[in-house]
Each structure stands twice: as C-alpha cells, then as structure tokens.
C-alpha cells in the first residue's frame, strides 16, 4: 500500500509513540568508562587533550569508581602511566606496578564494578612501541613473539591483582593464546579475555596518547595496527583472537568502522565491543555549542555504534549520559 494509505509518519507523531515503536535502546548497562591512573601527583590532575577527563592518583580513583558504578555504569576500562619507562616496560608486569595498586584499591572499593584492564607494553616501554624493540638496531622492528611473553606476564598481573577481565591492545599475532596459556596455567580460568581484534591504524587517537604520554620514540604502528582500508582483514584478526580463546571482541575505532561493527555482528556470536575513541570524543567536544548539544551528539554517535551492532560501547561520555540513559533494575 503506498500514500496516502501508508503514511509513515504515523508512528513519528508524538514522544511516546516514537520511544514505543525505537528500534535500538540505549541502557546505561552496556557502558564503559575509560579510567587513568598514576602514582604522582596526587589527586587528579586534568588532560588537556581530554576535556572534562582526568589522569587520577590511587585513592581518588577508587573513590571515581565508586562514583561510576554508582551511576549504573557497570565496568570501567583501566590504563596506568607508570612512574618509570624503561625497554622491557617492567613496570606493566610489577604485582607493585600502579596499575596492580589501582585494581586492588578498586576491587576492594566496589567490590561489583568490573574491572577491565588495558593490556599493552606501549606506555611503559622507553620506545613507546606495543611490542619488545631491540633498541640497539639502526631500524625499528617491533619482535612479535618476543612480545608475547611479556604481555602474558602483565595479563597474569592483573588478574592477580584481581582484575575481572583482560584487554590485549597490543595486535601482536598470537598474543590471546599466549594469554589464555598464562592466565590458565596460573590458575585464573574465569578471567575473561576483551580482545583488541580489529584495531585500526587510526589519527583518531592522538588526545588519548597525549593523556598516556605513549607517542612511540620513532617509527609508527603500522606494522601491527591494522590498515583502516582493510574490512576482510578485519574479520581475519576477528576470528583468529576467537579461536586463540577471547571471549569478547572490540573494533576500534568506532563511528568511522561502522561497516566493520555490522559485518562482525552478522559473522560472530560474541559480544561486540566498539571503543568510541578520544579522537571521536574531542571532535564532538569541540564542536558542540553547549552541554545539550554535546548530550544529543554523543546519543546519536553511540546509538548508531550500538544500531550497526556493538553491544557494549567503550566512551568517555559514559559518566556525562549515565543519568540521562535507561537501567535495567532486574
Ligand atoms: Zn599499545
């Protein structure tokens, strides 16, 4: 039946009936919100390529998490800024490492919060590389199963220190076997692995790697982040982590690879994860005229995100929507 006996615009005519009739439902339950922790100085100190967000000491972040779980949001991902850089980042493996410090001080602030940690080399290497470099070669060759080993370590690290679940974001080849290997063997079978799966070369991460200061010395990632043209390499990188053992898989970004979101949804039954980057979070900073207008920006970037087909959304606006957002009270 075609006009005027259809007419669309029936189910449009008032608030309720389009909240009635919406298709894709944003709840609080699918958030994550981004967390920075350091040893000095104490107290949260701003991130200037972040507006509104924060690098904070052990003691008020377990007081931030409380404060995001309070809100509904139910997980929070996690990054240190070591005090020290050295080649073999020793400190992301250190049980006294700051971000083992902050995961203990969570825990046992909000027992409930999940706690996701990123698991990477590249703030704590003096190279800045996600992988081992041998820093007395003239080029920049970021050895591969050299990397495994250590990211194993500070997966196992984390989990010790009671982290809920891992989250390799390094994109070495066999990185969630090695992993699994180690979390298993020492005995944490039910710490989950988020996997870092499609995760793009992209210019949208430049704020964040101001805010962890992870810039690499020299060369750049294109050796092992992925090539932004490339969708059926993504879906490779998808379905090795899968049957290396993730649990969960996040494409990141996350509004620019919307195509990727959709094709991962069809093709996998795992949880999607997208990770609204800090580059996407600057843009609409920057370019909303006031509080509203940011609100209705990241509402509709993160309903499409969730629409293409990520469960769980990744975003530095999780604190600012959380009280504007449904929660599931069952
Ligand atoms: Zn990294």
Known sequence: MAFPKT????????????????????????????????????????????????????????????????????????????????????????????????????????????????????????????????????????????????????????????????????????RVAAIREGLDQEGFTDVAILSYAAKFCSSFYGPFREAVRSAPERGDRRTYQMDPANSREALKEMELDLEEGADLLMIKPALPYLDIIALARQRFEAPIVAYQVSGEYAMIKSSAKNKDEERALALETLTAIHRAGADILITYFAKALAPYLYRLRH
């Open 7 to 174: 007419r669309m615009r029936r189910l449009r005519r008032n608030t309720t009936i389009r909240r009635w009739v919406r298709q894709t439902r944003l709840t609080a339950d699918q958030l994550v919100y981004p967390l920075f922790v350091q040893s000095k100085p104490k107290g949260r100190q701003a991130i200037s390529s972040l507006p509104g967000q924060f690098r904070y000491s052990v003691d008020p972040i377990a007081k931030e998490a409380k404060a995001v779980y309070a809100l509904g949001i139910p997980a929070i991902l996690l990054f240190g800024i070591p005090k020290t850089k050295d080649e073999a980042g020793s400190e992301a493996y250190d049980d006294e490492g700051i971000v083992q410090e902050a995961v203990r001080a969570i825990r046992k602030a909000v027992p409930d919060l999940l706690v996701i940690t990123d698991v990477c080399l590249c703030e704590y290497t003096s190279q800045g590389h996600c992988g081992w470099v041998d820093s007395s070669s003239k080029e920049i060759r970021v050895d591969n199963d050299r990397s495994l080993e250590l990211l194993s370590r500070i997966a196992v690290s984390h989990a010790k220190a009671g982290a809920h679940i891992v989250a390799p974001s390094d994109m070495m080849d066999g």
